[in-house]
């Protein structure tokens, strides 16, 4: 394997690894040895990369947030007007639901993370502070507020029920949020 200076996609693969590894078993199993074996990488690339492993959970989570901002802005990018807003809206809570699991059980994991670690409540909050900018091009920040944390629940309502709800039911809901002002 090539060293660190002649493989520059190593950081990035430890990175993915990370999430790999999270989304498989857990922010609790993460370890140097277990990432460095799952990123295929010599275990001294881990401490030559990242300080720790709080410091490795910080950049993973960090890009996996920018990951979700991005799906984020690709629904509401390109909208117009508030009824295309609202369909975008329905668009992503769809996408979101039913995309890959792994993304559901990493926002769930950064999130029981945070909810136990203050130092990684600032990482949630810039994340929420970012999907709430996205929405105000659209909604005043009240109701961007409240959308943002209705994505959120139908978004997990609908990838854990066995019968989710159909997109009906989501334009409903958006729509009862931002008529309601």
């Known amino acids: 394997m090539a060293t660190g200076h002649t493989d520059p996609q190593r950081r990035e693969r430890i990175l993915a690894a990370t999430l790999d590894h999270i989304a498989a078993e857990g922010v609790a199993g993460v370890s140097h040895r277990k990432i460095a074996a799952r990123a295929g990488v010599p275990l001294g690339s881990m401490t030559y990369h990242f300080t720790g492993i709080d410091d490795l959970l910080r950049e993973a989570f960090t890009r996996f947030a920018d990951h979700i901002v991005t799906v984020f802005d690709e629904h509401l990018g390109g909208v117009d007007d508030r009824e295309q807003a609202r369909e975008a809206l329905t668009g992503l809570v769809h996408a979101l639901s039913e995309g890959p699991r792994r993304d559901l059980v990493l926002t769930q994991e950064l999130y029981t993370l945070a909810a136990r670690r203050p130092e990684y409540r600032a990482l949630t909050q810039a994340w929420m502070a970012r999907s709430r900018h996205l929405l105000e091009r659209h909604f ?42």
Not at 169 to 176: F, K, P, Q, S, V
């Open 140 to 181: 005043d920040p009240g109701t961007a507020r409240q959308l943002d944390a209705l994505i959120e629940g139908l978004t997990l309502h609908r990838a854990l029920d066995p019968e989710p709800h159909d997109r009906e039911l989501t334009n409903e809901a958006i729509r009862r949020i931002t008529t309601a002002a």
